[in-house]
């Protein structure tokens, strides 16, 4: 390739061509090599970059390629025939003015409407997986209180291999996986389930301690009145348990608010997603960056202040 023909280049390869040009906006690496009509959209578009033209591919690595599925010739004939009618009439150069024309549109400068639909599935995210978390949760800590050794082995195994696990993970295993059994879920879909099952594992060690804050006095007393198990389990000691982790369950929703962005790396239209959506728009790595981190911080310290509000409320009504 072209960066193998440079004497002592260091290659550094990322994930998104809006995190090189910040890098390269702020010194960090020298030059971006990518391809030509996108180099020219982000040249125009921003007048500390310029672009450099005059460079040999030191082997057949250039040019205009297409992937399809082994087999489609006939696709293939006709897409052959479409790039070489654009290269021949420079549609490409064309192309690249109008856009950045459209980009640089009056009317198109306002990208409110991106961060809040970025807003809203990010709090549709996060406050489904708590909901669903906080059902399963439940579900393996009463599974993990069992008697029944294999039960509370499988429970215990299960919050153990969620904790274990990066959340990203269990988010590509789940979209990639399912879709390998053929249950073809959509990447919302797949990310609140994956985020559900991680979020449940927290959960469940949130329950667990705050049943055990209650002392254990409470279960004979409740037995000694006559009371089974179950209910004094459910009408004694869990309405305790809960008002307890109340303010750990605030916590975990702040958390799942923050680490739903993973979930852009699977295309769901959370605020990272969007944030990079208007960097690619805008050809603006930083100002998206700043605004998109004023939102967090608006999000989870309003909703500390909140739980902090909760919790005082809880300790004085004890």
């Known amino acids: 390739g072209i960066a193998d023909g440079i004497p002592n280049v260091q290659k550094k390869a990322l994930s998104a061509v809006n995190t090189l040009l910040l890098e390269l906006k702020t010194g960090k690496i020298d030059a971006i090599i990518m391809e030509k009509p996108v180099a020219k959209s982000y040249v125009q578009s921003n007048d500390d970059l310029m672009l450099v033209e005059d460079i040999e591919f030191f082997d057949e690595s250039g040019g205009s390629a297409i992937a399809m599925q082994e087999g489609a010739d006939e696709l293939t004939e006709q897409v052959n025939i479409v790039l070489k009618d654009i290269k021949e009439k420079g549609l490409m150069d064309q192309w690249v003015i109008e856009a950045n024309d459209i980009v640089n549109n009056a009317e198109t400068k306002s990208y409110n409407h991106l961060f809040l639909q970025g807003l809203k599935n990010t709090l549709l995210l996060s406050g489904l997986a708590l909901l669903i978390g906080l059902f399963l949760g439940l579900l393996l800590t009463t599974m993990r209180r069992s008697e029944i050794t294999i039960i509370s082995f499988i429970a215990k195994a299960i919050v153990e291999l969620l904790r274990g696990t990066p959340l990203m993970l269990q988010i590509l295993i789940v979209y990639y996986g399912l879709d390998i059994l053929g249950l073809n879920l959509s990447a919302f879909m797949a990310s ?21 804050s209650i002392d254990k006095g409470q279960m004979e007393a409740g037995r000694s009145l006559g009371l089974s198990k179950k209910q004094t389990m459910s009408k004694i000691i869990m309405p305790q348990a809960i008002r307890n982790i109340l303010p ?8 799942l608010i ?6 852009s790396t699977i295309g769901v239209a959370e605020l990272m997603y969007q944030t990079s959506k208007i960097q690619s728009l805008t050809f603006e790595a930083m ?5 998109v981190s004023l939102i967090y911080f608006a999000l989870t310290f309003g909703l500390s202040l909140i739980m902090k509000k909760v919790e005082r409320n809880l300790k004085y009504d004890y």
């Open 287 to 291: 100002k998206p960056l700043l605004l």
């Open 248 to 255: 750990a369950l605030g916590n975990e929703f702040i958390t």
């Open 192 to 212: 609140l389930i994956a985020v559900s099952l991680n979020s449940s594992a927290y959960v469940s060690e949130i329950v667990r301690s705050g049943i055990e």
């Open 258 to 263: 923050k680490e739903t962005s993973i979930a």
